[in-house]
């Protein structure tokens, strides 16, 4: 599986405009409606919320990976975004996360969804790659970056 066949560049930002834990929610939500306007950003964004009662997508080390699975799409959907400062997430660590995958999938697949999760939670082990975010000037240095770190995967 390749996380960067499912990230669309429009769909990488390279500054989140937010900062808070609601507002990341609601930009990346509105990022990917943007995108895919077929979608209901309102029913996305009821869905990454309601994981996030269940428990936080915060997995630490600076990221996070809020998801959730709609009826209405067909394929899996991948958002990236980025907070140099960092936003309060409810992290495992107790740190700001400054990095996020939001990943939507088809609500009937639970293997893909779990695969996709776990490629993200690899991209997240290698260091070097989380520097690399950290530096990265544009969106296309983010997406050569998650594309690179697909390859090593």
Known sequence: MRISSFIHPDLI???????????VL??????????FPQLSSKELLAILKERERLGSTGIGEGFAIPH???????????????????????S???????FFFVLVAPENSAGDHLKALAKISRFIKNSAFKEELAKAEDRETLERLIWEQDDLT
């Open 13 to 23: 930002v390279p500054e989140l405009s937010s900062r808070d834990k609601e507002g």
């Open 26 to 35: 609601i930009e990346m939500a509105e990022n990917i409606t943007g995108v």
């Open 68 to 90: 959730g699975k709609l009826r209405d799409i067909d394929r899996i959907i991948i958002s990236f975004g980025r907070s140099l400062g960092g936003i309060p997430f409810d």
């Open 92 to 98: 495992m660590d107790g740190k700001p996360a400054h």
